[in-house]
């Protein structure tokens, strides 16, 4: 899921993985509240899925943050993600988004919007997203 960044790289605004990072923010600010659990669930889902180490992610993020004020809205975020990633590689996001939003259980309706709003954007068929969820849900659940 790495994009065609190599993922040991130095994080620089066009990376495809401070896009991605960006989204996840941002699905995780929606609801108001930006919770500790959700932050670690942000760093976890950037070490395991873009390759960087505990360093790295917080780079990501501070990186990501900053994009975030830039843009005028997430518009610039899903195209690079579309441009970048294959539609599998954006699968996979859209499963990550969700595990962020379902981080404290519950489904707020900004972040449901937002998810539906974000995968239109990312050229996700509407069958895909409720799948992902449900597949998130089933992982979550599982001992």
């Known amino acids: 899921m790495q994009g065609s960044i190599p993922a040991h ?5 066009h990376d495809v993985r401070v896009a991605a990072c960006a989204l996840l923010l941002e699905l995780a600010n929606s609801d108001g509240e930006f919770s500790d659990a959700e932050r670690e669930r942000i760093r976890d889902i950037l070490q395991r899925h ?6 790295g992610a917080d780079a990501l993020m501070q990186e990501a943050v900053s994009a975030t004020r ?4 997430d518009f610039v975020f899903t195209r690079q993600v579309v441009r970048e990633y294959d539609l599998p590689q954006r699968m ?6 969700w595990q962020v939003v379902l981080t404290d259980g519950v489904l707020a309706e900004r972040e449901s919007y937002l998810m539906r709003k974000l995968a239109n954007l990312l050229q996700l068929e509407p069958a895909f997203l409720s799948e992902a ?3 998130t849900e089933s992982a979550q659940r599982a001992p």
């Open 70 to 73: 830039d843009a005028v809205d």
């Open 50 to 55: 873009f390759g960087v180490d505990g360093d």
């Open 9 to 13: 790289t130095p994080v620089h605004a």
């Open 133 to 135: 969820r449900k597949k």
């Open 92 to 97: 996979v996001l859209a499963e990550l988004m």
